[in-house]
């Protein structure tokens, strides 16, 4: 009974937040909405380690549309992705979508590119690759773009991962790379023991988080012979609302290139 009644309940939240009240407007959709809803409770239930450490990730207050349930990091990427130019950058181009969200990647096949491979440690669908970040299995100097949103915090070896990203990009190749960090750690955190579901939840901000950026996550993905074409949220969407739109105004735009004079390859080594 008590399911029943929390099923019941999550659903007339949900319709109270598909009136058109409010001054909220998903931009994947275009409805408007009374409210924006919440991950997990919203911002009460998010460890108390990630609120003293001034976590930039998710919005959880502001998380899912109602509508078609695109989540904040999805709709941040598409704005950014827009203010930035790629989706007419990607007409004839080659993409490499890792982890591939669903309204994203409709956006992206609009955009008419010449190749859009999606992919995914674990496919859930059947037009979805089976790969892994940290060995793709893709040719060298080969994609134009490279999206992985908010996947690295989920890779054992972050460094490896950038390594296979910047050998299967072509020269002046992008990426983008968001992913979670502390505004207040000064060097990434991870260990190896913590390994239980709760131990990660409670020290990396989710269960299957496996470690804890800190302000050198820009430098650490630069190391491994990217560019760093980072720029913040006002940067690009300065008259972007973010409490209208349901985004995270802390989070920016986490945008690589891969240098022309690179010559690398993860699995011969340096050149």
Not at 24 to 41: I, T
Not at 151 to 175: N, T
Not at 202 to 212: N, P, Y
């Amino acid at each position: 009974m008590k399911r029943i009644a929390s099923a019941i309940l999550r659903k007339v939240v949900e319709l109270i937040a598909r009136m058109p009240f409010g001054n909220h407007r998903c931009v994947v959709c275009g409805h408007s909405l009374a409210r924006f809803l919440p991950y997990r409770g919203g911002s009460r239930n998010v460890p108390a380690l990630m609120q003293a450490l001034e976590m930039v990730g998710s919005d959880v207050e502001h998380f899912s549309c109602p509508w078609c349930y695109s989540h904040d990091r999805e709709r941040h990427l598409f704005l950014f992705m827009q203010a930035a130019g790629f989706f007419s950058f990607m007409s004839g181009k080659r993409v490499l979508h890792f982890a591939p969200e669903r309204h994203l990647s409709r956006f992206i096949e609009g955009a008419k590119p010449s190749e859009h491979i999606k992919c995914d440690l674990h496919p859930w669908a059947d037009d979805i690759v089976q790969a892994d970040l940290m060995a793709l299995p893709f040719p060298d100097s080969h994609f134009d773009l490279l999206i992985a949103n908010h996947v690295l915090e989920h890779v054992d070896d972050d460094k490896r991962a950038v390594a296979e990203i910047v050998r299967v990009l072509r020269p002046d190749g992008f990426a983008i790379l968001q992913t979670p960090f502390s505004n207040v750690l000064e060097s990434t955190w991870e260990d190896e023991g913590i390994r239980s579901a709760d131990a990660r939840l409670q020290a990396f901000g989710q269960e299957d988080h496996v470690r804890l950026f800190g302000k050198d996550v820009f430098e650490r993905i630069a190391r491994e012979g990217l560019e760093s074409r980072v720029q913040s949220h006002e940067e690009l969407l300065g008259s972007c609302s973010s409490r209208r739109f349901g985004l995270n105004q802390r989070e920016p735009f986490f945008l690589f290139v891969k240098p022309r004079a690179l010559s690398y390859s993860v699995r011969e080594g340096a050149q």
